[in-house]
């Protein structure tokens, strides 16, 4: 395995500072550095639902209007890429704030306005509960 990918719980993630509430995988990092390059730099919004399920869904950056209804996860910090932010909203963060979310990406048709849908690889969310020392090293905000 490559000395700058960690693995969790059997999920290879892009290494992080610490812990944090969403990472990323290589194959989504991949996704996402051909998604940049036809767009620019993009946010991702997690879906809480519906149509989509609960796919993250990933729109060019500033297109998804978040407000006091949504909480910023984090950031996914891709080498040469500008960071994208990762947003959640509140009533599913309350629901999900003791988890881990991974960001992957697998074969198949992405959801009709993410923008991954022509890429034949869609994102999809992976997740695990923190450890109680993730947990206590999470900033008291966020918590």
Same mark, same amino acid.
């Given at each position: ?6 693995? *969790? ?6 290494? @992080?500072?610490?812990?944090?509430? *969403? ?10 550095? &051909?998604? *940049?390059?036809?767009?620019?730099? =993009?946010?991702?919004?997690?879906? !809480? ?15 998804? %209007? @978040?407000?006091?209804?949504? =909480? ?26 003791? &988890?881990?979310? @991974?960001?992957?990406?697998?074969? !198949? ?28 090293? %999470? ?5």
């Amino acid at each position: 395995m490559d000395d700058a990918i960690c693995s *969790v719980e059997g999920v290879e993630e892009l290494p @992080t500072d610490g812990p944090v509430r *969403v990472a990323i995988t290589p194959v989504a990092a991949d996704l996402l550095r &051909t998604i *940049v390059d036809k767009h620019g730099p =993009v946010m991702f919004h997690q879906s !809480g639902g519906c149509c989509d399920g609960s796919a993250p869904m990933c729109y060019p950056a500033g297109e998804f %209007l @978040t407000g006091d209804a949504d =909480v910023h996860l984090g950031d996914l910090v891709v080498p040469g890429l500008p960071d994208s932010p990762v947003w959640i909203g509140r009533q599913q963060f309350e629901a999900w704030k003791h &988890t881990r979310l @991974t960001i992957d990406a697998v074969p !198949g048709r992405g959801a009709g306005f993410s923008l991954e849908g022509p890429e034949g690889k869609r994102f999809l969310t992976r997740s695990r509960l923190f450890t109680p020392e993730e947990s206590a090293a %999470l900033p008291e905000l966020e918590r």
